[in-house]
T-cell receptor, first 109, second 113 residues
């Protein structure tokens, strides 16, 4: 079993839709949590950190449930430019990032 | 551009050859990380440095792999006697301090024929 598990998708949604991604992690010692975005053949880029209280950045909302070891990302009003792979990431001691395999999102007009 | 840079961006080599990649981190960042990403997977941690000290190596890093950061600035990753299974994207990231956000370079895509 992988340390970070994600639904690989792809999620094919129309513009304007709301889409939610889920992620689970197995190491309870994980210290911090992130969503990274990766465009095709490009490097991962930090989308947002995830906090237990939940946090929002524009159309993006992230939630963390430490008890269930579960992380989520909600994207509202999807844009064509949101099409990418979304990587769920946990951070272990030493600032070593552990990535999920990613969830592919395709937003269509 | 003051981001993380990597060179070369692409490398095609024959099995058995040695290859070396370079990473230049963001200038004030004292932590530098190497990751490897294969198709359909997320990046996997290989090794990291704090200044010039290599603090940890993953079990993924066989004895054919060696990484250095001699002056605490740029880093090199060398793969000796390349194998087809080494074909991947090699990503470098840097951060300021232990828990700082990691910023990734564009990667070096290695193809071993």
């Amino acid at each position: 079993r992988k340390e970070v598990e994600q639904d690989p998708g792809p999620f094919n949604v129309p513009e304007g839709a709301t889409v939610a991604f889920n992620c689970t992690y197995s190491n309870s010692a994980s210290q911090s949590f992130f969503w990274y975005r990766q465009d095709c053949r490009k490097e991962p880029k930090l989308l947002m950190s995830v906090y237990s209280s939940g946090n929002e950045d524009g159309r993006f909302t992230a939630q963390l449930n430490r008890a269930s070891q579960y992380i989520s990302l909600l994207i509202r009003d999807s844009k064509l430019s949101d099409s990418a792979t979304y990587l769920c990431v946990v951070n272990r001691i030493g600032n070593k990032l552990v990535f999920g395999a990613g969830t592919i999102l395709r937003v269509k007009s | 551009d003051t981001g993380v840079s990597q060179d070369p961006r692409h490398k095609i080599t024959k099995r058995g050859q040695n290859v070396t990649f370079r990473c230049d981190p963001i200038s004030e960042h004292n932590r530098l990380y190497w990751y490897r990403q294969t198709l359909g997977q997320g990046p996997e941690f290989l090794t990291y440095f704090q200044n010039e000290a290599q603090l940890e190596k993953s079990r993924l890093l066989s004895d054919r792999f060696s990484a250095e950061r001699p002056k605490g600035s740029f880093s090199t990753l060398e793969i000796q006697r390349t194998e087809q299974g080494d074909s991947a994207m090699y990503l470098c990231a840097s951060s300021f301090a232990e828990m700082g956000t990691q910023y990734f370079g564009p990667g070096t895509r290695l193809t071993v024929l």
